[in-house]
C-alpha cells in the first residue's frame, strides 16, 4: 500500500470521524484492500471482502458523509483490517 493510500486509510479510523475523506480515495484504497466493488442501482456501491459486505451511497459531492464513514470504519474493523497493519 503507498503513502497516500496509508494516510486515507488512517483518516478512515481516525478520531472524530473526519468528513473531509475523498470517495474516489477510499475506492482505491479499498481495491488495494483486495476488495471488490461493484455498482448497483440507485447511486450505490457493494463492496465484498473477507465473506463480508456492505453497501454505502456514492456522494454527490467528492467526500464521504460522516455516516458513511463510520459504517465503512465498522466494515473494515470486520474484515480484521487494522491501519497500523495495512501497509505491510
Known sequence: ???HSQKVLESIFAHP????IDFKDVE?????LGA??????????????DGRSVILHRPHQHSLPKEEVAQLRGFLIDCGID???ASK
Open 17 to 20: 470521524v473526519s468528513a473531509n
Open 83 to 85: 491501519p497500523a497493519n
Open 28 to 32: 482505491h484504497v479499498l481495491t488495494d
Open 36 to 49: 471488490a466493488i461493484e455498482e448497483k442501482s440507485g447511486n450505490r456501491i457493494s463492496i465484498e471482502m
Open 1 to 3: 500500500m503507498n503513502h
